[in-house]
């Protein structure tokens, strides 16, 4: 609940500056018990929040390493050229992994590095772009960044544990009309079928109204987005996708796994990254699996017409 850069601060839940003494802290934590006690008529959510920034920079110890960071800074995962595409490196296992494609998070990524610096201001030397304390300084949009680069790192993650019977390919650009294209962020083939899946942290509890994902701060209609570069991407590519998969932080879902039924003629699921793979491997609701040769001939056309983000 305070790993993401969209997240409230340990500080700016106990609502002291980062500067206070370890009386003041002290203090602020007991106001802010109180205030938020359910006994006393406070919300209980914003109870365990208070508790939990306590045990982050409650003691000396604890304060110190939560201010070096909340790993902001991890680097994506380790890619290497391969025949014309960025390959992920397997990850280090003996069981054989995914053939996985592109960089996850890369563009974003990027996109925050290139945007923090001008934040920071010309001239100035930025000795670390993640540092927290210039994370939560930010504009709002350039937290976005970050965190959408988190949250496809962390899915990247997830689904680097799926078999050898799996392609994956991520960043994906897809063409449009307008000449803006469109992202899908890992497209995952597999013997459960083939789905598009968005990974997105927006930093807020969602709710779903008519096949949709909505809450403060939720961008217009993302599943639709979702699902119209899906298609998009298959009558470019020749291929039918068979479901769509938006992946969000596990605190901000009423449940784990939410199936939404059809988005037009496309099954679609939310999901929390701890039950991604279950997803995949038992497959969504209405998506028909596909054998051995038809996942060759997949893999074929869409190695021969993804572009890269």
């Known amino acids: 609940m305070f790993d993401s850069p969209l997240s ?14 370890e009386e003041e802290l002290r203090r602020a934590y007991r106001v802010r018990l109180r205030h938020t006690h359910p006994d006393t008529g406070g919300d209980a959510a914003q109870f365990v929040l208070v508790q939990r920034a ?12 939560y201010d070096r960071g909340h790993g902001f ?7 290497q050229d391969f025949a014309g595409f960025r390959a992920q ?3 280090s296992t003996t069981r054989p992994g995914p053939r996985t494609y592109g960089q996850p998070g890369g563009r974003n990524r990027e996109r925050y590095l290139a945007g923090i610096r001008e934040f920071a201001g010309r001239g100035v030397q930025l000795f670390d772009p993640y540092d927290p ?5 930010a504009p709002r949009e350039l937290k976005q960044l970050l965190a959408d680069a988190l949250a496809e790192e962390t899915t990247a993650r997830v689904l680097s544990e799926l078999g050898m019977g799996y392609t994956l390919w991520h960043d994906v650009a897809v063409p449009t009309r307008s000449g803006h294209a469109l992202i899908i962020d890992h497209i995952v083939l ?3 079928g083939l789905y598009a899946v968005a990974s997105e942290d927006y930093g807020t509890a969602v709710r779903f109204k008519r096949s949709e994902v909505i809450g403060d701060g939720v961008p217009s209609a993302p599943i639709a987005t979702l699902v119209g570069a899906a298609r998009t991407l298959g009558r470019v590519a020749g291929v039918r996708f068979g479901g769509a998969m938006l992946v969000l932080p596990d605190e901000d879902l009423p449940e784990t796994i939410t199936e939404l039924g059809r988005v037009k003629s496309l099954p679609v699921a939310v999901v929390s990254p701890q039950t991604l793979t279950t997803m995949l491997r ?3 609701t209405g998506v028909p699996d596909i054998g051995g040769n038809e996942i060759f001939d997949v893999r074929t056309r869409l190695q021969r017409t993804v572009q890269f983000a």
């Open 190 to 192: 597999g013997p459960s």
């Open 282 to 284: 038992r497959g969504v």
């Open 89 to 91: 490196a397997a990850p």
């Open 133 to 137: 304390a210039l994370v939560r300084s």
């Open 73 to 79: 800074g991890t680097a994506a995962p380790h890619v």
């Open 8 to 21: 409230a601060s340990a500080y700016e839940i106990l609502q002291v500056a980062v500067t206070a003494t």
């Open 54 to 65: 306590w045990e982050l920079v409650g003691t000396a110890q604890a304060r110190a390493a």
